[in-house]
């Protein structure tokens, strides 16, 4: 392949944040046509280089470079102007405004001054069109879920034509069959010339997407290789820095106690007769397909939201629907699917991010006791390998992997004796992973129960006890002990009525 | 291409100031603001007379109070987000409220001095229901406060002063105690308690996640309703302090005093480095921002500047000091973001 297929380049990129080096030495280049993968660790640095080259961020030392020119001192419009269109690991849309709106942010089709709504309507179809994908151009974006929300995202950026498309981590909120569309997405994008970067830590995924992969490790580049031929274990090595542990057989043990939450025949705009229950000392899992009901089933048992009709019961006692705080009181715990709208309060430390929850434990007479937040923020921080500076550090600055792991870190603070985990490992690397997996499992050790959704069905197959399938808003399925196993979770996740 | 060396040090242990973005601003902003004022205290102490005066200092002190009792509070009602624009009209009518219960009410004093309190805490908490339960936004609730009070005041009084029987108390509060003007002695201790609420109570910090993030604020456990009722309810006691030792200070209680206070304060807070967006502030910032402000109005008024014109001068300098504080954040951001 000759330089001028090169669309984007790093040379000798570097790149500090304050007490870390995000970006050290790097050199970096993607050609027309191809896909790219970039691995790594939480924190490796990742999003930093995918921020360099869509000007978001701009290089301590070294160059950037689009289609040729030098991004030093370039904003994003004008990076956006080169032909680099990005999707960001946070989500970045306008909740309040309709899909249709959203992905024409800025730029608005007119004519006459006044804004063309009748283009921007089929615009819009044809953008979500040509991803595949079926949603409502009129609705509002925030009345869609994570999921949605990414493939609006994505169809934002296919739709600007451009010559480089960045996807940082675009489907860690979509189950199977989302993916498949995505990865269809790319690969056709690809075929027309367009170079394309890809963040993900799902390996079967990027086997399916990329031609090379590019390892980062600490903000070095370790190796840039092609995916093909490299087997899975070279590969997270390569990321980890030291040979991944084996993964022992996880035993499963349904638990025979009596329900400490369940609930029967919830009725709401999601959730259509659906019962549930859920025992100390087990990993519940929850599948099902996007729009199953899987968020809106924690919402209502944590009482977030208050079903139409129906029954909860905590511990045997029938409770109000709909009593968030008095649940939270009596032991409940939830961790939110969208961290950043509904988990994260960036502008302040992780740790106090962390003993949020429950900020008694760590005063005393009423008064907060540094000493103590320090020490259980700290104690936290190394229990679930979160990798901050330093422990007041605020939490926005962290990769997403590891404000993820404050957030779950929350709830440990808490001490919570049900622990509703929505999308816990979303944006998780494989060994952080595996540690939120181990948590859990110490959690139902230890006699509490865990309530784990995903839309990764392999994980769900991978960690939980039982598991239980929704559909339509409806339990479908359960299945307990050996009875799961992968294909057959898969195909009743996605089974039609 | 391929290296496998070793990997640079581990974030945990690199550098100390690591990742304090938004301290690091706001402590140059607050160093900002101390040069700022020392400048003006070296301009002022050339060019006006009487400006290092130890009566003018202690009047300095006095004004510094009207602004800063109610600047603490409005500090933490900005971070969570929210802003109380009644403050103005409510020390006026307190103090208007203290006049009529002694005088034409002839309720006892001390009483009545208790009733001030509860009204102006009971308003503020009402202002802050109406922003919890129903959602209406703090600016609009609070605009209905600010036109109600003063209109009640102004009703209340035939927009006249109505006097006040003088006795010891109203003198202590008007007067000084050991040579320090007692106002300001109030605002101090007032300063010490949220210095410590905001910082070492579960509800400080709680205000500062609500304006950070009140969803995550929510589902992390936060009563964001209870909170933001008692952000309010201390806006609303403070400026009925305020009334009591305005009402004191004139001898009567005047419905058409403390114009415009609400802005004074809001921009003293906002010189100070707290974010109109929320989630950001600093105290120790107010205090500085109430000295600037104080500092700018007393030296207009000793150069003999024209008073309509002061309203001018004043307008450009607040908007000019917030302006630096910005870029100066943009410039730290851009360097480490
Ligand atoms: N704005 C910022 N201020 C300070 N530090 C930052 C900032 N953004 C990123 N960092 C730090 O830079 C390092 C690299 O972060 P980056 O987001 O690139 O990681 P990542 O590889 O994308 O990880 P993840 O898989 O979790 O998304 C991390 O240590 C992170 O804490
Ligand atoms: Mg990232």
Redesign the pocket.
């Known amino acids: 392949m000759s330089n001028t297929d090169v669309v984007a380049e790093v040379r000798a990129g570097t790149k500090r944040?304050?007490g870390?080096t995000?970006l050290s030495d790097v050199d970096f280049a993607v050609r027309r046509g191809e896909v790219r993968a970039l691995l790594?660790?939480?924190?490796?640095?990742?999003?930093?280089l995918i921020k360099v080259l869509s000007g978001a961020e701009h290089l301590d030392s070294g160059e950037a470079l689009v289609r040729g020119t030098s991004l030093a001192g370039l904003g994003t419009r004008d990076v956006a102007a080169l032909g680099v269109a990005t999707v960001y690991?946070e989500l970045s849309l306008v909740p309040e405004m309709t899909v249709a709106e959203n992905l024409f942010l800025g730029a608005w089709p007119r004519s006459r001054g006044a804004l063309d709504l009748r283009r921007m309507r089929a615009g819009a179809k044809e953008a979500m069109a040509r991803i595949g994908v079926d949603i409502d151009v009129d609705s509002p974006v925030g009345a869609l879920g994570s999921a949605g929300q990414q493939l609006v995202e994505i169809a934002r950026a296919v739709a600007q034509r451009p010559t480089l498309l960045i996807l940082d981590?675009p489907t860690s909120s979509l189950a199977a069959a989302e993916v498949r569309q995505v990865i269809d997405v790319v690969r056709t994008v690809a075929e027309q010339g367009v170079a394309v970067i890809y963040v993900s830590?799902r390996m079967d995924e990027i086997r399916q997407v990329a031609d090379t992969a590019t390892v980062?490790r600490d903000g070095r580049i370790v190796e840039t290789l092609p995916v093909r031929t490299a087997s899975t274990h070279e590969i997270v090595a390569m990321m980890l820095g030291t040979a991944p542990e084996a993964v022992a057989a996880r035993t499963r043990r349904p638990s025979a106690e009596p329900p400490v939450l369940s609930a029967r025949a919830l009725v709401s705009d999601r959730l259509n007769g659906l019962d549930i229950d859920v025992r100390p000392g087990e990993i519940l899992g929850i599948a099902g397909v996007l729009g199953s009901g899987r968020t809106e089933t924690l919402r209502a048992l944590v009482g977030l939201d208050r079903p139409a009709s129906g029954e909860i019961r905590l511990r045997g006692e029938a409770v109000r629907p709909g009593a968030f705080a008095a649940m939270l009181a009596r032991g409940l715990g939830m961790t939110p699917e969208n961290r950043r709208r509904e988990g994260i309060v960036p502008l302040m430390g992780v740790d106090e991010n962390i003993v949020i929850s429950d900020l008694r434990k760590v005063s005393r007479s009423g008064v907060l006791d540094r000493r103590a937040i320090r020490q259980a923020a700290r104690a936290l921080i190394d229990r679930l390998a979160i990798?901050?500076a330093r422990p007041g550090t605020p939490i926005g600055?962290?990769?997403?992997?590891?404000q993820q792991k404050a957030v779950l870190a929350r709830w440990l603070h808490a001490g919570s004796d049900v622990l509703l985990l929505d999308e816990p490992t979303r944006?998780v690397?494989v060994e952080a992973k595996r540690q939120i997996y181990d948590q859990m499992r110490l959690l139902a050790d230890d006699g509490r129960a865990v309530v784990f959704v995903s839309s990764e069905v392999e994980e769900l197959a991978d960690v939980c006890d039982r598991i239980v399938v929704l559909r339509g808003g409806r339990a479908v399925a359960e299945l307990s002990g050996d009875e799961i196993e992968l294909n057959r979770v898969m195909a009743l996740a996605i089974a039609e009525e | 291409m391929s290296t496998t060396t070793p990997t640079g040090p581990p974030?945990a242990k690199a550098d100390a100031r690591g990742?304090r973005?938004g301290r690091n601003t706001q402590r140059l902003n607050e160093i900002g603001l101390i040069g700022a004022i020392v400048v003006l205290f070296v301009v002022l102490s050339a060019t006006a007379p009487g400006f290092l005066s130890v009566t003018n200092q202690l009047a300095i002190l006095r004004d510094a109070a009207t602004i800063g009792v109610v600047a603490w509070a409005m500090t933490l009602v900005i971070v969570a987000g929210e802003i109380d624009i009644s403050i103005g009209p409510a020390v006026a009518f307190s103090s208007v409220l203290l006049a009529k219960a002694t005088g034409e009410w002839h309720i006892p004093f001390a009483l009545a001095v208790l009733v001030c309190l509860a009204v102006g805490l009971l308003l503020g908490a009402g202002a802050g229901f109406l922003r919890a339960r129903w959602g209406i936004p703090s600016f609009v609730a609070t605009l209905g406060l600010w036109s109600a009070l003063r209109g009640l005041a102004q009703y209340m009084t035939d927009g006249l002063p109505v006097p006040l029987d003088a006795n010891g108390f109203l003198d202590v509060l008007a007067g000084s105690i050991l040579g320090i003007p007692t106002p300001a002695i109030i605002m101090a201790v007032v300063f010490v308690v949220f210095l410590f609420v905001a910082n070492r109570t579960a509800y400080g910090r709680s205000v500062f996640a609500v304006g950070g993030n009140a969803e995550a604020a929510r589902l992390a456990g936060i009563n964001v309703s209870r909170i933001r009722v008692i952000l309010f309810a201390t806006t609303g006691l403070l400026a009925a302090v305020s009334g009591l030792l305005l009402a004191a200070r004139l001898g009567s209680g005047n419905g058409g005093a403390s114009v415009g206070l609400e802005f004074d304060v809001i921009a003293a807070v906002v010189i100070g480095g707290t974010s109109l967006a929320g989630g950001k502030g600093s105290l120790l910032g107010t205090l500085l921002g109430v000295a600037f402000i104080t500092v700018i109005g007393n030296g207009l008024v000793l150069l003999g500047v024209n008073a309509f014109f002061q309203d001018v001068v004043r307008g450009v300098i607040i908007v000019g000091a917030v302006l630096i504080n910005v870029l100066l954040s943009k410039r730290n951001g851009a360097r480490s973001?």
């Open positions: 944040y304050p870390v995000a790594g660790k939480n924190g490796a640095g990742k999003s930093t690991q981590e830590h980062v990798k901050t600055t962290l990769s997403g992997g590891n944006g690397d | 974030a990742g973005l973001a």
